[in-house]
C-alpha cells in the first residue's frame, strides 16, 4: 500500500514495455520491414533563402536503381488557412511548404525534393543528380535584425497581426500581442528597486535520439497507411489528409515506439513524401533522417531577446513587471512567444504588469514545440532579474519567492485566475531542503564555487481528447487500447490508473497503443497531458467497468445491481455476505451473464491540465582560465499533484533537468555569415553527457489537481524551465558577474569574467 | 452578467474599457452581445461568416480553454478572457 | 553499386554468414540484412553509442565499423545479452531502476555497461561515468542508468 490509501497510485511496478526495450525487441520507427520495400532520401536547401528558378531531376530518376523523384508540383497547393490540428495551430499552406519548398526555399536544409530507390545509397547518390536552380536571396537569422526595416523579408504577403487585426504593414514580425494588467507605470513608482535588463538566448534542439522517420504504403485501393514515431498518430492523419487533401478515412498511421519527441515529433516531415514517392511507385517507401538533417530540417526551439523590468518595495514585494519578448518563429509564423508570455511572470503575485511578445520569422528552420515551450527564455530573464532584486533588498532569493509567490487566486498577467496550484509549497519544499540548508564548502582547487537557485512554471494543458477500448479476459487481466503514444511510461502511469479504480495490479492490465483505424480520437503526446488526460480516461473506463460488472453480478446473484457495493476491489450484495466476489473471480463468471465484457471511453475533461511549478536548486564551480561550469550538486522540487509512478515522475525531472542544463551552458545553433549552422551533428551540438553530471536530486511536492479523479498534475515540462536561469544566478554567486545571454558556454564565461574582473 | 476582460489590444473597439459585463448564456450568446454593444469584436474573434473562434486566438471562460464551436456555457459570475492561442506550444 | 563481399562472422555465439556492399556498415548490416533492429541508428557517426556491439571483446559503435571489417570477427548485440525468459542482470537493473524512458538509447547503454563490467566488474560512480560518455539518452538525465549500473555491479 503506498501513500493517500491508493494500492496501485503511488508504487514503482516495472513497464509493461520495459522487457521489450531492454532486450531490444521493440520496434521504433526505423525498423520496419515490408516487402517491396523503397528506400527514400531528401534533397535539401543549401541555402538560407532563394528562390527556386528551376528543378532539373531528369539525371537522378535517369540513375539505376532510382524508382521516383517527386517535388513541391506533386503537392497539392492549398490555401492559407489555419487549421487546429490537436493543439497546434497550423498553417496549411506553410505546413505543405515546410514539407517541400514551393517557390522558395526559407532556410539551409529545407526540403525540395525526394527520391525513391532500391537503397538507401542509391536514393542519397541520387539526391545529388538532382540539380536545382536558385536565384539566392540576403538572408536574416537573427530576431532584432530581423524585425528591423529594410530587413530582408521572407514572406512577401506576410503584415503583421494584433489579436486579430491585421496591420497594413508587410514585415517579419508575424504577430504581436499584449497582455495588460494594472498600471506598470503606477507599480515602478511605488518601488524601491526596479531592475530592466536584456537577454538573448540561441536556437536548441530537443535533440531525440532517434531520427525521424515514416514508411509510407498507398496501396492500388488509394488507402494509405504510415508507420511511423510520432508524438500524435492523430495529428499526423490530419496533418496528413489536410496535405494530402485526401479524406481522413483514406489513411491509417501506425505508431511504433517512439525514441523521444519533447515535442519535435508531431509536425509531419517525411511522410508526406514517402506517401508521393509510395503512391508513385506502388511500394512502400521508408524514409528516415540523418542527424544533421534533424538538426537542420526539423524544429528546433527559437532564439529569442527579452527585455524584462521588475521592481519592488524595500519590504519585499512586487510591485511591477514588463516584457518585451521577440521569439524567433523560423521560417514560418509560430513561435512559442505566446507560451513563454503567459509562463514568464507567473510564479509571483505581481498587481502591475505588461507584456508585449513577437512572433519572427527568421531564415531558420521553423520552430517547434520543446518541453514547456517558451517559458525556458522567459524564466531565463525573469529568474536572473528576481535573484538580483533580492539581492539589492539582502532577502534570501526563496523567501522573496515564497513571499511572492503566486497561490489559488492569483490573477495570471494574460488574465486567468489560479486554481489550486503547489507554487508556494514547492518553493518552501525547496527552501527547506537538506541541499538548500547545506553550506557551501570552498574549492580546494583555485576554482570557484556558487550556489543559485531559480523557479518555474508551465500550464500543462487542459485534459484534451482521449479515447480507451478495455475487453476483460477470463482471467481477470484486462486489455487496454490506447491512442497516446508512449514516450517515457505513459502505458504504465494509464494502466496503473485503471488498475487502482478497479482494485487490479497494474500487471493484470495489459496496455497496447493502437492505430487510428482502432481507438477513438486522441490527442497528442505533449502538454504534459497524457499521464493527466488519458489517465483521466482510464479513471472512467475503470467507473464504466465496474458498472458494468455490477450488472453481471446482479445477473449471476439474481440482485438487483443497485445493491451492489464495489470496495477495495470487491463487489458485494449488501443483504448476504455469501455473495461477494472480487474483480477477478466475477470476471471469470461475468461473460456466462451477457456475452464479453467490453468497455469504450472517450474524454475530454473541462478541468485544468493542473498548473505545474518547480524550484531548483544547483551547486557550481567554475574554473576562471577555461570558463568551464562544472556542476557539483543539483536539486529539483516540483508539484505533481499526484506521482502515480514516482520513479517515472523523478525521471522526467531528471531528464527535464538536463535538458536545460544543456541549454544553459553548451548547447546552440551557431551560425556562420552564410546563413548556415556550422554544428549540425552530436559531436558540435554538444548535449550533456554522463560524465558532465552529477546525481540529479528530486523533491516531489504533491498538491492534488482538483481536475482530475487522482489529483494528477502534467509532470513532464516544467522541469528544463529553471536550470539556465538557476546556472547563471549559481555563476553570479561564485564570480560577481552575470551572465545574461545563453548558452553560458565556456568561452562565453571565460569572456565575461574576463571583461567584468570576475 | 458575465464579466469580460478586453485584451489591451482590443480596447480600441471598447472605448479603453478593460473590463465590461455582457449577459449571456453559452459563448454566442455573449459575442452577439458584445458585438451589439462594442462593434467590431465579432470580425476580431470569429472566422468569416461562421460562429467558430478563429484559430489564433483562444477563449477562457474561468480559466479553462472554451470549445472553438462557442457552444459552453456561461454562467452570471463567470469570466472570460481572450488570449492569443498558444501555437507550437506543446 | 559495387560487387557484394562474402563475410563469415559469428553473432550472438551463431555462425552467420552475409553478404554486403564494401559501402556497408555493420550497423547496415545488422539491421537491414539480419533483421537485428536492436541497435539503433542515432547519429551515424560515432557520436551517440545508440548503435553500440561488442566486437571480439571490445565495445565499438557499429556504425563506424564496416560490414566486411566484421569478417572472422565474434560479435555480441543487445539481442544476444539476454532474453525476455532469461535477462542479464543489466537489463533486470535498468527495468527496476526506472532507468529508460522512450528506450531508443538503452540497448546501447546495456551493451555498453557489459563491456565495462566484463572488463571491470566493480567501478566506481566515476569510472561508470567516464565509461558511458560514449552514450547520449535525453530523456532520463541519466541518474537512473547510472545507478542501475552500478546495482548491477558483482557484489553489490
New interface residues.
Partial sequence: MSQNGHKVIGTRPIRHDGVDKVTGRAIYGADIQLTGLLHGAIKRSPHPHARIKNIDTSRAEAHPGVRAVVTAHDLPQIADKLADLGEAIVNLRDASNNVLAYGKVLYKGHAVSGVAAINLHVAQEAVELIDVEYEVLPHVTGVLEAMEDGAPILHEDMKTTSMGEETDKVSNVANHFQHKMGEPDDGFAEADVVIEREFTTQTVHQGYIETHNATAHWNEEGQLTIWTSTQGAFSVRDQMSEILQMPVSKVKIVPLEIGGGFGGKISVYLDPVAALLSKRTGHPVKMTMTRDEVFEGTGPTPGSYLKVKMGATSDGRLTAATAYMAYEAGAYPGSPVGAGAGCIFTPYDIPNVQIDGYDVCVNKPKTNAYRAPGATNAAYATETVVDEISEKLGVDPLEFRVKNGAKEGTRRADGPVHPRIGCIETTEAALNSEHYRSSLAKSGNGKVRGRGVASGYWFNFNGGRSAISVSINPDGTINMLEGSTDIGGTRASIAMQLAETIGLEATDIKPYVVDTDSIGYTDVTGGSRTTFGTGYAAHATGQALIREMKERASKLWDVPADAIDFEDGVFSYRDDAEKRGSFKELASQAGDAGGPVVAQVSTNPDGSGGGAFATHVVDVEIDRETGKVDILRYTAVQDAGTAIHPSYVEGQMQGGVVQGIGWGLNEEYIYNDEGSMTNASFLDYRMPTTLDLPMIETIIVEVPNESHPYGVRGVGEVPIVPPPAALANAIYDATGVRLRDLPMSPPRVQKALAENGG | MATI?I????RDLTGGK?IIHIEGADMRQIIANLETAYPGFK???LEEGTQRI????AV?I????AR?ILLDKVNEDS?I?????????? | MSKKVHVQTTINGEAVDFLCEPRNSLLEVLRDDLDLTGAKEGCNNGNCGACNVIMDGRLVNSCCVLGVEADGCEITTIEGIGSAANLHPLQQKFLEHAALQCGICTPGFIVSAKALLDENPNPSEDEVRYWLAGNLCRCTGYDKIVRAVLDARNGA
Fill in positions: 476582460y485584451p489591451s489590444l482590443m478593460e470580425q476580431r474573434l478563429k484559430p489564433n486566438i477562457m474561468d480559466g479553462r480553454n472553438r469570466e478572457h481572450f488570449l492569443p492561442a498558444i501555437s507550437g506550444g506543446i
